[in-house]
């Protein structure tokens, strides 16, 4: 297990991501999504991620990452105004500023593939090969 802070280890891993809605692996989109969490995961073990509305037909969505440490980070995303959404943290121990840094990028793609593509539910997890 990691220390808090500790750098990720180099492991071969495969990244799975799934949503609701079907995206092309080509697609420039969700490379950029893909991109994003291989970034964060070379500083931090990440054991998932995931991004679902907090009740049936909600505007909140939540962004949960999970890390192997247990660290979480939790963002609930209100979508009322897709334009410019509000957030509400809920963000339990430290992180380090090299490691949070990171999950914007991918609370960013989320937004996009949220409002262009309709995706309201993904999870990315990975295969240690």
């Known amino acids: 297990m990691l220390h808090k802070g500790a750098m990720a ?41 995931t991004f679902e509305p907090i ?13 192997v440490d247990g660290r979480i980070w939790k963002d609930k995303i209100d979508f009322i105004n897709p334009l410019d959404v509000s957030h509400s943290f809920d963000i339990p121990g430290y992180w380090k500023e090299s490691e949070f840094i990171l999950n914007r990028e991918i609370r960013a793609s989320l937004i996009k593939l949220h409002n262009i593509y309709g995706v309201n539910l993904l999870k990315i997890t990975w295969e240690i090969l």
């Open 9 to 49: 280890e180099t492991l071969k891993r495969n990244l799975t991501i799934t949503t609701n809605v079907h995206l092309d692996k080509s697609n420039v989109d969700y490379l950029t999504l893909s991109h994003a969490v291989e970034r964060m995961s070379s500083v931090v073990n990440i054991d998932k991620i």
């Open 55 to 67: 009740s049936v037909g909600s505007t909140i969505l939540e962004l949960l990452i999970k890390l």
